[in-house]
């Protein structure tokens, strides 16, 4: 392993301690770095949905959480160096010193001691992007669970076509509208922008307050939500074409919306959480629903319905996303949610995590600095 001159033997770091419960453990074990991870400093974290709703749902006492960081690679993997990959895809190679955001997956009873809200987080080399000039740490750490959900959905489970040089030119092969159910979201709003730079034509729901910004970002048009005619409006609009649907809120309301909005001849609906059965009312339309942490290729032991078996597949369809979107970041295609920083550090963090699981944070995403200035990176 390549590491910085000396890595410490603890950490802090946010534990889940009991049901919608976390603390700050002053003296937990720094993650395992597997041959293919490098090794970030944390520098900035952002909160998202999944971090409270995990805690609440499906805890993994002791296990650390936090899903979105940003920070500065520190060490590397034993293979990392000898794999090819990027430099085959045109990337640039993960080296110390490199400013880096992503996702990883918090609350893990399979790997406990990684998660986003702490000083150290191991991630795959080919899951992680680099920070482009200009870009801060507290931006970059909003958009990297957003970016990897998004790449899922759409180019996985929707089978729509990757954004290219050409299909932001409008050279789409598909020219159906895809409908993004809760374009104000984070999510939404980045998923609208990707749709655009794919060529794809974009509808979506939000509120009139979000009206605005979803249009600037891409959408042709926008329905408020609240709207007995939602639905119905949608189809008319699309001329009863609509095919694919992605759902980035998921309950009864929005799967229905979204079930009324596909075409007669029907099409794929995506939820970004596991749909209510109930909602499924159309046999034309199929259902598939999203749980962003199988890119990592690896099972996921929460509480069912979140208990997966390995997907292989995902993990290949997300290495195919990240060099699409790191060249999306590079050329400032793609834009993150507006965010709010945050004082206090990581032992603010859980306060944060309330606001946000109890719905008070609306279009926008908090941000917390854990690390005042960037580690001093020196090959061991």
Known sequence: ??????????????????????????????????PTDVLVRVVCVSINPVD?????????????????????????????????????NTMKPIKIGDRVFGGIFGNDPLRPHNGAFADYVA???????????????????TMGAAIATVGLSLFNYLGLPLPSKSSSNGASSIKSAVLVYGGGTGTGSMAIQVLREAGLPVVTTC????????????????????SPT???????????????????ITDTAS??????????????????????????????????????????GKAIRWTPPYDLEPRPYDLKCAELWYVVAQRLIDEGLIASQPLEKRNGGLSAVPEGMEEVRRGQIKGKKLVYTILDSEPIAVSA
């Open 52 to 88: 409270g709703k995990a805690a609440d749902m499906s805890p993994q006492l002791g296990a650390t959480s936090g899903t979105d960081f940003s920070g500065v690679v520190v060490a590397l993997g034993a293979d990392v160096e000898a794999d090819n990959w990027r430099e085959a």
């Open 207 to 226: 509120s009139a307050a979000s009206s605005t910004n979803v249009l600037q970002l891409g959408a042709e048009a926008w329905f408020d939500y609240k």
């Open 1 to 34: 392993m390549t590491a910085i001159d000396v890595l410490p033997q603890i950490q802090r770091a946010l534990k889940i301690v009991g049901p919608n419960a976390v603390s700050v453990n002053a003296a937990a074990p720094l993650p395992d770095i597997e």
């Open 123 to 141: 991630v795959p080399a080919r899951l992680v992007w680099h920070i482009p000039t200009g870009t801060d740490f507290a931006t970059a750490a």
């Open 255 to 296: 799967m229905g919306i979204c079930y009324e909005a596909l075409g007669s001849a029907g099409g794929r609906y995506v939820a970004l959480d596991a749909f209510p059965v109930r909602g499924h009312t159309r046999r034309s339309v199929v259902p598939e629903w999203v749980c962003t942490p199988t890119q990592f």
């Open 230 to 248: 939602c639905g119905a409006d949608i189809r008319e609009h699309t001329n009863d074409s609509l095919a694919f649907a992605l759902d980035c």
